[in-house]
C-alpha cells in the first residue's frame, strides 16, 4: 500500500520538504543497482518514480525537485512506452507548474520550459502511439500561454512590450502552423472509426477542442498586431466551421458563439458581436420566466443540466454587457446584468473564477453607468430609466425599489469579499471607487477598501484622495473606531506620498498618525513611526544642513525607540551611532555604540564599531584589545551562539568588519615600522574566502595581502593576488592599485639587471612590466598619456605590435582633441612616430604612410632620423627574408613621393659612420627605393645602378665586408639580389 501521498499532505512543510528530498536521494541511491531488476519490476518503479515528480509538481509546487527525480531516472531497463511516458511526464510538470505560477519572470521561463519539452518529445517519438495527443496538448499550452503573457503584454510599456509583443506572436505562429495538419488527421481518425463503426465522441471532442483553441490564439494574434483583420477572418471562420460541424445548440457550438461574440467586439463590430453573444445566454438561461417555464423548458431540466448550462451565461454575459455598451444599448445591457443576478438567485447557481465574476464587474459597471432604477424583488429584478416608471410599476417602497448604483456597490463589494489578494479584488475595489465618487454613501471600511484598491493599481493621487475621504469620516465617528481604522488609513496616505517621491509630505503624514488622537494599533504605530524616520531620512539626504529637518529628524529617531519593543529600539539607537560615525564624530559614535543593548539586532556590529571608533582617534592598541576579544571571547562563547539565520548573516557581518579593521591596524603598523607585514596577513590573507559577501571590504584586503607580499620580497605570492583581483573584482580600483604596486616592483628589479648586464631575466621582467601597468592604466579611471606612452614602449621591446597598435590608437582617440600644447607635443613626437614603425612591422603598409606623410610635412616639429626613414619604407617598400626566399613589401609608391624619400634616406646615410652595419643597411635602403623608383620612372634606374657600381668598387667582389660588419650574411645577400635586378 502506497502510503506516501497521504502523509505529506499531514506534514508540516518543512518534513515534508524534508521526506520529499531523502525520496529522491533514494530514487538516485547506489541501493537501486544491488539486484538486476526485470523490465517488469523495472517499469513499475519508473512508474511509481513519475507519480512521485507528478505530484511533487503538481500537489506542493517542487518544479525543480520534481525535474530532479526524472533527471535520477535510469532508462536503460525500461521499455519504450515507458521512455515516451518519461517524456510526456516532464512536458506535463512545466505545463501545469507555469499555469500555476504567478510571478511573471518565473511563469514565463517555465512556458518556455514546458513548450521546448513538447517539441523535443515531439522530435524524439515520431512513432508514439500519443503523439497527435501530445502535439494538441501543445497547441493547447500555446493558446494558455498566448492567453497569459497577452495580459502582461497589455500592462507592459516601452521595450517591455515590444519584447512580449515578438514573444507572443513567434510562440502563437508555431502553433497555429500545426493545428491545419492536426486538425486534417483527426478528420481522418474520425472517418476511419466510424468505417469500422466505432465511437468517435472522443476524438471529435479533441477536433473541436483543438479549433476552439486555434481560434482564441488568432484572437490574441489579431489584439497584437497592427492590422489584425487576416487573423480575425480566420478566427471567425474557424468558429463557424466548429458550430456548423457541432451544431449550434451543442457543448462545442455554444463555447464558439461564446468566442466569435468576443472576436466580433475585439473588431468593432458590437451589433454583430451581441448577437452571438445573445444567442448562447438565451438558449442556455432564457432571460424570460414565461420561457423558462413551458414544457420541457428550462425548469424542466434535471439540476446538473441547469448548472452546465448556466457555465455559458456566467462566462458569456460580461461580453454580452461589453457589446450592447458598445452601440449604446444600455437597456440590453442593464436587462442582461440583472438576468445574471436573478438567474444565481432563483437557481442558486454559483459564480466562476474569473469569467463569472468578471461578469458580474461589468453587471456593476452598466448598472453604475445607466443611471436608471431597479424594482422587484430577489430574482425578479427589473431596470427601469426613471424613478418614475419605476412606481408606475408598482414599484414604490425601500423593499423593493432602489437606485441602480446601489446594485451596482452590492455586486462590487461581493466581488470584493470572495476575491481576496487576487486581480478580480483590485478591479472589484476599482469600481467600488467608482461608485463613491459618483456620491454614494458607504460606511468607511467600504470607503477604506475602495482605496486601498486604487493604491494597489498605483493610482496614488486617487489613492491619496480616498484614504483623505475615510479619514473625514473617521473624524466625525467615535474614538474607539478611530483609534482601530486611523492608524492604518494614515498609513497608506504616507505611504502613497513616499510612492510618488513626495517624501517631505509622507515624513508629516505619518507624524500625525502618531498623534494621541490616532494612536492606539500597536502594529501600525510602529509602522508609522519607522516610515516617519525612513521619509524623513530621505528628505534630509538630500537637502544639506537644515536645522528643522535635523529636529525632525532627532524626533522620528525617538519615536521609533518610543513605540519599539525589544530589538528595535536598539536599532535606532544603532542608527544613531552610525549616523555620528558617517558624520565622522568619533567619539559621539562610540559613546552612542557602546549604549546599543544586548537584544538590538546590530548589537555585536555596535561591539566592532565601538572599537573601530578608537582606531580613528588615534588608539590603536586600545581599539585592536577590543577587536581580538570580541573574536576571540565573545564570538568563541557557545553561549552567545546565533540560532537563527538572520542572526548567524549577523555575527558574520561582525566578524568582518573586526576582521578587516584588525588587519588594518597590524598593516599601517607594518608600514610605520612597528608592526609585521606577517601578522597582516594572518588577520587579511584569507578574509575574502571566510567573508565571501564582504564585497565592498575584501578588494582592499587582497590589495594589503598583495602588498604585504610584496614587502616581504614575494612576488609570485602578490601576482596571485592580483590575478585574483582580476578575475573577481576587475573593475575595483585596488585592482589597479595593486597592478601598479606590482609594476613598481619589477621595474626597479629590471633596473638592477640591466646595470649588472643580467640579460636572461629581462625579457620576463619587462613582459610583467607592460602587464601590471596596463592593468593600471585600464582600471586607474581617467587615462594618462605618458602611462599609455610606457604601456606601449614596454610591448614595443617585446614586439607586441598588434598590442602597440592598440594602444597607440587608443591614445590618439582619447587625446586627439585635447587642445594642451604639451598633449599636442607628445602626440606628434612621440605617439605617431610610434604608431607608424608598428603599423609597418604589421605590414598595414598604407595607414602607417597616412600618419608618417603628415609627419613628414611638420614644419614645426621636424620628423626624427627613424620617421624620416619609415616614411621612405612606407613611400618603396622593403625586404624581408634571405638567399632562400627574398619577399617584397610593396610601399604606397606615388612618383611625387619618391624624391622626398629618397633625399631622406641620402641625408641619413650622408650622416651615419661608414662601414658600419647600419650604414650598409642605409645604403641598400637607398639603392632599393631608386629600384622602385625606377618601376615607375624609367630614367631613375640609373641611380640605383650608380649607387651599387660605386659600392661596388669599393668593396671586395663578394662584399665579405658587410657579412663581417653585420654579423651574418643576410644583408650581403640582399645586395646581391638587387645587383641581379638591376
Not at 63 to 72: N, W
Not at 695 to 706: G, M, R, V
Not at 846 to 852: H, M, N, P, Q, V
Not at 932 to 937: E, F, N, T
Amino acid at each position: 500500500m502506497n502510503t506516501s501521498r497521504p502523509l505529506l499532505r499531514f506534514l508540516p512543510p518543512l518534513a515534508a520538504v524534508a521526506l520529499i528530498t531523502a525520496s529522491v536521494l533514494l530514487i538516485g541511491s547506489p541501493a537501486k543497482a544491488c539486484s538486476a531488476p526485470s523490465r517488469q519490476n523495472s517499469d513499475r518503479q519508473t512508474r511509481e518514480e513519475l507519480r512521485l515528480a507528478r505530484g511533487l509538481a503538481q500537489d506542493w509546487q517542487f518544479v525543480e525537485l520534481a525535474e530532479t527525480v526524472l533527471d535520477g531516472i535510469k532508462q536503460e531497463d525500461v521499455s519504450d512506452s515507458i521512455k515516451e511516458e518519461i517524456g510526456l511526464t516532464r512536458c506535463e510538470i512545466f505545463a501545469t507548474s507555469a499555469r500555476r505560477e504567478r510571478e511573471e519572470e518565473r511563469k514565463l521561463e517555465l512556458y518556455e520550459k514546458a513548450l521546448r519539452s513538447y517539441a523535443e518529445y515531439i522530435d524524439e517519438f515520431k512513432f508514439a502511439e500519443n503523439l497527435g495527443q501530445a502535439k494538441r496538448n501543445r497547441v493547447a499550452l500555446a493558446k494558455n500561454f498566448g492567453t497569459e503573457v497577452f495580459e502582461l503584454y497589455t500592462e507592459a510599456v516601452g521595450d517591455r512590450a515590444v519584447e512580449l509583443r515578438t514573444l507572443l506572436m513567434d510562440v502563437l505562429t508555431d502553433a497555429v502552423g500545426d493545428t491545419s495538419d492536426l486538425t486534417t488527421r483527426l478528420d481522418a481518425e474520425i472517418d476511419e472509426e466510424r468505417e469500422l463503426e466505432g465511437a468517435t465522441n472522443t476524438l471529435e471532442r479533441e477536433k473541436f477542442r483543438l479549433m476552439l483553441n486555434t481560434s482564441q490564439m488568432l484572437l490574441t494574434m489579431a489584439q497584437v498586431s497592427d492590422d489584425g483583420t487576416y487573423f480575425f477572418d480566420q478566427a471567425i471562420s474557424t468558429l463557424e466551421e466548429v458550430a456548423d460541424s457541432a451544431s449550434e445548440d451543442s457543448e462545442w457550438g455554444r463555447l464558439a458563439y461564446l468566442l466569435e461574440g468576443r472576436v466580433y467586439i475585439e473588431m468593432g463590430e458590437f451589433s454583430d458581436g451581441a448577437d452571438y453573444l445573445n444567442y448562447v445566454v438565451e438558449n442556455s438561461v432564457p432571460s424570460s420566466a414565461e420561457d423558462r417555464a413551458v414544457d420541457n423548458g428550462f425548469d424542466d431540466l434535471p439540476p446538473g443540466t441547469q448548472e452546465a448550462l448556466w457555465t455559458f451565461v456566467d462566462r458569456g454575459t460580461g461580453p454580452l454587457i461589453d457589446a450592447y455598451l458598445g452601440f449604446g444599448e444600455i437597456e440590453e445591457a442593464c436587462r442582461y446584468a440583472l438576468h445574471f443576478q436573478n438567474s444565481k438567485d432563483i437557481y442558486g447557481f454559483g459564480v466562476s473564477r474569473p469569467d463569472g465574476y468578471l461578469s458580474q464587474l461589468s453587471a456593476g459597471r452598466a448598472l453604475m453607468n445607466s443611471g436608471g432604477y431597479v424594482g422587484g424583488d430577489k430574482g425578479e429584478m427589473v431596470w427601469f430609466q426613471t424613478r418614475e416608471e419605476m412606481r408606475d410599476a408598482g414599484f414604490k417602497n425601500r423593499r423593493n425599489s432602489r437606485a441602480a448604483i446601489d446594485l451596482a456597490l452590492e455586486f462590487a463589494q461581493e466581488v470584493n469579499r470572495d476575491n481576496r489578494g487576487n486581480s478580480l479584488q483590485l478591479l472589484a475595489q476599482g469600481l467600488i471607487a467608482e461608485i463613491i465618487d459618483r456620491g454614494v454613501a458607504v460606511d468607511p471600511e467600504i470607503l477604506f477598501e475602495a482605496a486601498q484598491g486604487m493604491f494597489y493599481q498605483e493610482r496614488y493621487a486617487e489613492a491619496i484622495e480616498g484614504f483623505k475621504r475615510v479619514l473625514s469620516v473617521l473624524e466625525s465617528g467615535d474614538q474607539a473606531t478611530r483609534t482601530r481604522v486611523g492608524p492604518e488609513v494614515i498609513y497608506y496616505i504616507g505611504r502613497s506620498f513616499q510612492k510618488t517621491s513626495r517624501n517631505l509630505e509622507a515624513a508629516m503624514a505619518f507624524r500625525m498618525a502618531l498623534d494621541t488622537r490616532w494612536v492606539g494599533d500597536p502594529k501600525f504605530d510602529l509602522q508609522n513611526a519607522k516610515q516617519f524616520h525612513n521619509s524623513i531620512k530621505a528628505v534630509k539626504r538630500g537637502a544639506g544642513e537644515d536645522a528643522q529637518l535635523e529636529a525632525l529628524f532627532r524626533e522620528s529617531q525617538d519615536q521609533v525607540v518610543e513605540f519599539a519593543k525589544g530589538g528595535g529600539a536598539g536599532n535606532i539607537l544603532y542608527s544613531q551611532a552610525e549616523s555620528a560615525y558617517q558624520s565622522k564624530d568619533y567619539e559621539d559614535a562610540r559613546e552612542r555604540f557602546l549604549q546599543v543593548p544586548g537584544n538590538a539586532d546590530e548589537y555585536e556590529k555596535a561591539l566592532a564599531y565601538a572599537a573601530v571608533c578608537l582606531s580613528k582617534v588615534d588608539q590603536p592598541d586600545e581599539a585592536l584589545a577590543e577587536l581580538e576579544a570580541y573574536l576571540q571571547d565573545y564570538v568563541t562563547d557557545p553561549v552567545r551562539a546565533p540560532t537563527t539565520e538572520s542572526g548567524k548573516k549577523r555575527r558574520t557581518e561582525a566578524m568582518a568588519l573586526a576582521r578587516y579593521y584588525g588587519g588594518l591596524i597590524h598593516y599601517n603598523a607594518a608600514e610605520t615600522g612597528s608592526g609585521s607585514y606577517e601578522t597582516a596577513l594572518e588577520w587579511l590573507d584569507g578574509y575574502a574566502d571566510d567573508f565571501s559577501e564582504q564585497n565592498t571590504f575584501a578588494p582592499k584586503t587582497i590589495f594589503i595581502s598583495l602588498s604585504s607580499f610584496l614587502k616581504l620580497g614575494d612576488l609570485e605570492a602578490a601576482e596571485k593576488r592580483r590575478d585574483r583581483l582580476v578575475e573577481e573584482f576587475k573593475d575595483d580600483r585596488w585592482t589597479g592599485i595593486g597592478a601598479y604596486e606590482i609594476y613598481k616592483v619589477t621595474r626597479d628589479l629590471r633596473e638592477e639587471a640591466l646595470k649588472k648586464n643580467e640579460t636572461g631575466p629581462i625579457a620576463g621582467l619587462t613582459r610583467s612590466m607592460a602587464v601590471n601597468l596596463g592593468l593600471y592604466n585600464e582600471l586607474a579611471g581617467k587615462p594618462k598619456l605618458n602611462n599609455i606612452r610606457i604601456e606601449s614602449r614596454l610591448w614595443t621591446e617585446l614586439s607586441e605590435w598588434p598590442t602597440v597598435k592598440r594602444l597607440l590608437r587608443s591614445a590618439l582617440n582619447q587625446f586627439g582633441s585635447d587642445e594642451s600644447q604639451e598633449v599636442q607635443n607628445a602626440l606628434t613626437t612621440s605617439v605617431k612616430p610610434n604608431l607608424a614603425h608598428a603599423l609597418l612591422e604589421l605590414k598595414e603598409v598604407r595607414d602607417a604612410a597616412e600618419l608618417l606623410t603628415e609627419l613628414m610635412g611638420n614644419k614645426t616639429k621636424p620628423p626624427s632620423s627613424r620617421t624620416q626613414r619609415n616614411y621612405a619604407r612606407a613611400i618603396s617598400g622593403w625586404v624581408e627574408g634571405d638567399e632562400s626566399q627574398m619577399i617584397e613589401i610593396p610601399g604606397v609608391g606615388g612618383e611625387e613621393a619618391f624624391p622626398l624619400a629618397t633625399d631622406r634616406l641620402q641625408t641619413l646615410e650622408d650622416r651615419s659612420e661608414k662601414w658600419l652595419c647600419d650604414w650598409y643597411q642605409l645604403k641598400f635602403e637607398l639603392a632599393y627605393a631608386h629600384y622602385q623608383w625606377s618601376l615607375v620612372d624609367g630614367k631613375r634606374i640609373a641611380g640605383a645602378q650608380a649607387i651599387l657600381k660605386q659600392f661596388k668598387s669599393d668593396l671586395s667582389p663578394g662584399l665579405a665586408e658587410i657579412s663581417e660588419a653585420c654579423g651574418d650574411d643576410v644583408l650581403r645577400q640582399r645586395f646581391l639580389w638587387l645587383d641581379k635586378k638591376l
